[in-house]
């Protein structure tokens, strides 16, 4: 059963959304109590999670990888509001939310099984174009707000200059195809809502996951078939230089599910599926290509649950949550103590995990 659980605009950023793709539900998790809040019923094998907050609009969009829909989650009452058939995809799991500079949100929603993206329109839930990718897209994230620029201290001037100029035009939306060891990149025209190209950017064996630091002007991709994370340059993106985009970190550890940058502590954390445990690696700086090869990166790690799946960072930038698929729990982590501070109970199979920004 469903609790009705009420939040007003203020109340509603310090909660957690897991989906669980084998009990087809959502676990809505406040975050200052640590309880489940609510138990949202969705479409069915619910994967992918993203939220959208547009002044005082609040959205949950779930990806049904079974019943092949979009389900929209109305966070103020945890009610669904609207679902959203996928018609030119099959098996739909990751799924993102890029803001235009209209105001408006676009959905993307990678559809694993018929290696393609649809794009989809907020305002009117309109499925508007189909753009074929590589084989198997699992995982898929879009270019943060353009005031993450703002906080971009490990990018010059130049740089910063170069970005906001291109995303006065664009938006890149970057989707990993875990059975063509590829990310394609597709450059969205804002003003139209149309890919006016896909580059395709060769990474390690089996990459499953993804996550896009703005602030210094890379995306990271693990590989989970190689001890090495993959680095996209999003600067060599924007230039059409695809040979130059990508480099690797090596030795972070094989079986990686999962990444997320911080940084504050100028960290990067890595989810490891055997044995369960958070990976901590420190970036190296530009220019330090020698030491990637010959030094460890690997500067601690964090006992977890069983098969970890997803993680993700609060907005205040305090504790990390990690989604543990086999043993249905969420294990939150402390990042300055370096430990697991609690342990959720979530429904079964829980895999995707999402949070409303600032």
Known sequence: TTEIYTLSLPDALPIVYVTNEGSNNVSVINRQSGEIAATVMVGEKPRGIATSKKGDRLKVYVA????????????????????????????????????????????????????????????????????????????????????????????????????????????????VNQDSNDISVLRIDTATKKSIEVLTLGVEWRPVAIYVDYRRGKVYVANYDSDKLSVIDILQTVKGNTAGAVSAINNVGFSITGVVADPAFDRIYLLKESPGELIIIKPFSEGFDSLKTVMPPVIGTIPVGESPRYLVMDP???????????????????????????????????????????
């Open 64 to 175: 049904n990888s079974g019943s092949n829909s979009i389900s929209v989650i109305d966070p103020t009452t945890n009610k669904i509001e609207n679902d959203v058939p996928i018609r030119f995809g099959r098996g739909p799991g990751g799924i993102a939310v890029a803001g235009l500079p209209s105001g408006e949100d676009l959905l993307f929603v990678a559809n694993y099984g018929s290696n393609s993206v649809s794009v989809v329109d907020t305002t009117t839930y309109q499925e508007l174009e189909k753009i074929d990718v590589g084989r198997g897209p699992i995982a898929i994230a879009v270019d943060p707000p353009i005031d993450d620029l703002l906080t971009a201290r490990f990018l010059s001037f130049e740089d910063i200059n170069v970005l906001r100029s291109y995303r006065e035009r664009f938006l890149n939306v970057y989707v």
């Open 316 to 358: 205040e930038g305090r504790k990390l949550y990690v989604v543990n698929r086999d043993s249905n729990n969420i294990s939150v982590i402390d990042k300055t103590a370096k430990r697991e501070e609690q342990v959720i109970s979530v429904g079964r199979r829980p895999y995707g995990i999402a949070v409303f920004p600032k």
